[in-house]
């Protein structure tokens, strides 16, 4: 039904000019501004899509920032959503550092400061007991894909509060542009529960809760109000953790794991890429991971879900879980890792050497350092989950240049200013031979170095996850997505451990199909008539203009 018209110029059309699924600015065509009623509301000239790609990366260059691209962009998004995700289509390399890894980490600090539009869910405290209904109010039926943080954790740069926000968008734009979810069935979530970042609380622009936050069975209560709801609201979407602190991200997930699709990418995600960030650099070196010892810096969720990920893949191999167990070492800010000296969690428990083999190592009472790990572990890979900038110092990265012919060195913490050292170090510092993965984009002196990072995984997970309709989110699932990713070698000579980003989402597809058929495999899930290739290749939504009308 149509609107009644106000001076000649229909409120509808104006409905459609400021809903960002059907505006397609200057690129309405006469008949469409005939039809809409859109003339007058439109400068007069007819855009292509091409036309406005163009026009709008020129601008976005102009910008000296990547600060405020990152906000040009996002105002893209809220304005007209089918052309930012053609522009990122056609230039994701350059702009996937900008939405995402490493500028999405300023944009959550300074959220706050550029709050210009609602995107997504802020679910706060003082909403406890309305969950459901504030879901149920929402006019999206079909979400597919859900992330959710509570920004206790954003990236290495700590308790963000309502600012986290950022990632969920950043990851579910991501959703669309590698795995082609349609961007009207994503749904960004902040859990608001507080934040104990003094800085903010102090702010006087801050927009979240000013609270501290909430903690213990109350937080557990909210959580669960929350999944609850959800479920409730949309029985068969997946639900993504992201850059929740720790402890918590470890338990939430433990809790939750069986009861509905979910996974947490931190953890998961994370570990998947490393995995197969080592398995592409153990076919580049030319040694076999069974017979070497790997060094994980940095025990939290994210270095215990690698270690886990790569136990799994050693016991694939045929070795016993006491024997890959032997081959992980994992050094956290007080050493390697011993049973019943400085083990804090269960996920280190699971991980650490045991006591009496470690005695021998121990100097001074004290667990052995970095640096003495790797002098005697000899480890063939280094991998960085810890956040502490510059930690891979040049004694360190010395040390496992005279171990090895090719030490594989995987500084993954993000942004920047946390990465345990920068591709160009770790090249200088061993005569170039090592191999390199960084969490953030980065560039060695012949070109850009693999973005070791979970954009190269997540995103086939949740599109494999919601066309195999599987309700649980296997282990098994990121172990076959690992070995997916490992396998499709770069066009690129020299030393990449991954296609370009600019393949992202080639990619999507290969390990949405290899996540299919574990759910067919392992739980029952029933390939549809034309296979499962034809249902990932139908489920992508296109970045192309529609009928702002039909429904
Ligand atoms: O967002 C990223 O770049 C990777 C990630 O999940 C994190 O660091 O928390
Ligand atoms: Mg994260």
New binding site residues.
Partial sequence: MKQPRQNGIGSDAKAILSDPLRNKGTAFTEEERDRLGLHGLLPNHVSTMDGQIKRRIAVLRAFSTPFEKYAFLRDLQDTNETLFYALLARHRSELLPLV???T?GEACVRFSEIYRRARGLFLSYPLKGRLFEILAALPNDDVEVICVTDGE????LGDQGAGGMG?PI??LSLYTDCAGIDPARTMPILLDTGTDNEELLDNPLYVGWRHHRVRGAEYDAFVEEFVEAVRKRWPRALLQW??FAGPNAVTLLGRYRCRLPTFN??IQ??AATALAAILAAERLAGIDLIERNIVVFGAGA?GCGIAELILGELVSRGLTREAALARIHAVDRDGLLIEHVNVVTASQARIARPHTEADAWLTQQQAPSLIETIERARPAVLIGTSGQFEAFDKPVIEAMTRHNDRPIILPL???AIRAEASAADVQTWSNGRAIIGT??PSHGSNGAVTQV???YIFPGIGLGAVVSGAETITEAMFAEAAKCLASLVPDEDGDRLFPSTDHLAEIADSIALAVCRVAERDLGAIPPAGGWEDAIAGHRWAPVYRDPVSP
Avoid: F, Q
Avoid at 153 to 156: D, E, P, T, V
């Fill in positions: 995402y890894t490493p999405v954790r954003i990236l290495g990632i950043g990851k992201e850059d990418d931190d995600g994370t994210a913490s993000n942004p969490g953030s990072n979970n954009v």
